[in-house]
């Protein structure tokens, strides 16, 4: 079955460093792919989606995502982190058998330290 | 727009009680969602509906019952609950996309259910 896989539950960085959050994908065809992300106590709300049109991809608050077909990966980076960005992060992919649904990886906390 | 709306946000219910979850939606959205999410393990999908009037399973469907009797509701059903539904719910909706797949899902705040 299709599915995601998020490498590391949990992530710390200092603020102003770089954050690199990890997704690698299971399937022989490019799937679409999503990063969301969870601020506490808050649903989830949409970063960036990779829909074929460009491999790398820019979404909101300095965040963006490079998809590599060759790694089967989606990794999630932004340059600089700010004390803002803690939150947790969940990476997703549309299953090609049935489009109507997504895949939810477990998702990884990125804590931010001052 | 009030976007997508979870009614109650908390609840804590008794084992073999029954409660219902309510969604709503403004955005005029044809799909709608219902998820848990339990520590370590994501966001696992229960139930889902394509428009008004049909629901699919999930990948946990059992123990839940939803109905989508109107386009901008979302119902999800505890018939017996037991400690195991002990989660936080959330709902979400989304247009469909072009090409199918590519949409965007709109996430209630949540309603976190304590079972004992």
């Known amino acids: 079955a299709q599915s995601v896989t998020q490498l590391g539950s949990h992530v710390s960085v200092s603020e102003g460093a770089l954050v690199l959050l990890r997704c690698n994908y299971s399937?022989?065809?490019?799937?679409?792919l999503f990063w969301y992300v969870q601020y506490p106590n808050q649903g989830l709300q949409l970063l960036l989606k990779?829909?074929?049109?460009?491999?790398l991809v820019k979404g909101i608050n300095g965040f963006e995502a490079e998809f590599k077909k060759s790694e089967t990966s989606f990794h999630l980076t932004k340059p600089s982190a700010h004390m803002s960005d803690a939150a947790e992060y969940f990476c997703?992919?549309?299953?090609?058998?049935?489009?109507?649904?997504?895949?939810f990886g477990t998702g990884t906390r990125l804590q931010v330290f001052p | 727009n009030a976007g997508v709306t979870q009614t109650p946000k908390f609840r804590v219910l008794k084992t073999g009680q029954s409660m219902t979850l309510l969604c709503a939606q403004d955005?005029?959205?044809?799909?709608m969602y219902w998820y848990r999410q339990d520590p370590g393990m994501g966001l696992r999908l229960i139930h889902y509906?394509?428009?008004?009037?049909?629901?699919a399973k999930g990948e946990v469907p059992d123990g839940y019952n939803v109905s989508r009797l109107k386009k901008q509701n979302f119902l999800l059903g505890l018939e017996s609950a037991a400690p195991s539904q002990t989660s936080v719910y959330f709902c979400?909706?989304?247009?469909?996309?072009?090409?199918?797949?590519?949409?965007?899902?709109?996430f209630g705040p949540g309603t976190r259910l304590t079972v004992l």
């Open positions: 955005m005029n959205h044809e799909y």
């Open positions: 990779y829909t074929s049109a460009a491999t």
């Open positions: 399937s022989s065809v490019p799937p679409y």
């Open positions: 509906s394509v428009g008004e009037g049909t629901t």
């Open positions: 979400a909706s989304s247009y469909v996309g072009q090409p199918p797949g590519t949409d965007t899902q709109y």
């Open positions: 997703a992919v549309t299953p090609i058998y049935n489009t109507d649904k997504l895949i």
